[in-house]
């Protein structure tokens, strides 16, 4: 309650910049929502600086990120421009039969960057062009008789950027 009280304190005067230092630190998930909605609802009013280490929450309410590593700036951007510019897309995607021969067939395309392949038929596939993917590959699984039991695309989360843009160190 005094994190939420805190941060209402701070908007009282309706300030033009708020500064928020992990506002959703020791905070239940009702209470995390309530102060990320409360965030989110000040775009176009007041600049938020957000300063945390859950990514997830920054996905969620951020315009723009700056990463910092050793106190210096490493990268500025949209979330949208760090996860497309510094991330493949995935497609995870389970098959009934054997996956090996459609793995096979999926890493001698040029738009597959890594293929990961289990004996259960889960084969987890990073793209530089998901549009080419997403037509190649059921026309592969027709051609190698496989069925079709899930296909899930998406994009790097941003926490899988930041582990690579800062070395995955502290």
Known sequence: MRQRLGVAQALINAPKLLMLDEPTSALDPIGRKEVLDMIASLGGRTTVFFSTHILSDVERVCDHVAILQGGRVVIQATVGELTSRHGDSRILMEVTGPPGPLADEIRSQPWA??????????????????????????????????????????ERSLE????????GEE
């Open 113 to 154: 960057t890594e293929v990961g392949c289990e004996e259960s038929g889960t084969l987890s596939v990073k793209v530089d062009d998901l549009a080419a993917a997403r037509v190649a590959i059921p026309a592969a699984m027709a051609r190698l008789g496989l069925g079709l039991v899930r296909f899930e695309t998406g």
């Open 160 to 167: 899988e950027v930041f582990v690579d843009l800062a070395g």
